[in-house]
């Protein structure tokens, strides 16, 4: 198990999906996550132990201090392709742990990783690959139904029909904290 996850992109709702998921899974695991100061209070209340406002210059060092013994992390999951801008994110992970880097497929291009740290891209259809991946919809299902997992941020409608999906494109590259939704 590991001792400490960085999320990349914590207020995305992939970010905010495995904030909840790690902390029902690993209750006592240290997840440090990226995102904009105003997002930061919602995702304390998704179970984050440290946050980190990605704008900062001194990003990478406030995260390697903040993980469990200033070694650096375990893995990163990187939610918003944040590894394309910010090349040296792999210096916050500890020399002697798994260095593992899962980027969430987002992008056209696949950020570069540093020599010696492991790379899978991911998405939501390979999810159900993996052994016992056909529970994960039933089981996400049941800690809706138990009040465990929430959704992730706050939806906002746009637009009602497909009429309207152009008028709103332009949103979805401004939009942080929360999902915008195109009724049908």
Known sequence: ???SILILGGASAIGASAIQLLRLAYPSLDILATSSPKH?????????THLFDYHSSTVVSDIKKASPGAKGVDMIIDCVSAGLT???ICDVLDEDGSKMYASVI???????VAQGVTKTLINGWLLTDLQGGKQIIPM???LIEEGQYKVPLPV???????GDVPKVMDQVFSVSGEKLLVVL
Not at 156 to 162: D, E, Q, S, T, Y
Request: proline share 6%; net charge neutral; no cysteine.
């Open 86 to 88: 910010q090349q040296d």
């Open 140 to 142: 996400i299902t049941r």
């Open 1 to 3: 198990m590991p001792a």
């Open 40 to 48: 930061h209070a919602h995702l304390v209340s998704l179970g984050v």
């Open 156 to 162: 906002r409608v746009v637009g009602h029909g497909l």
């Open 106 to 112: 987002t992008a056209i291009d696949s950020p570069v």
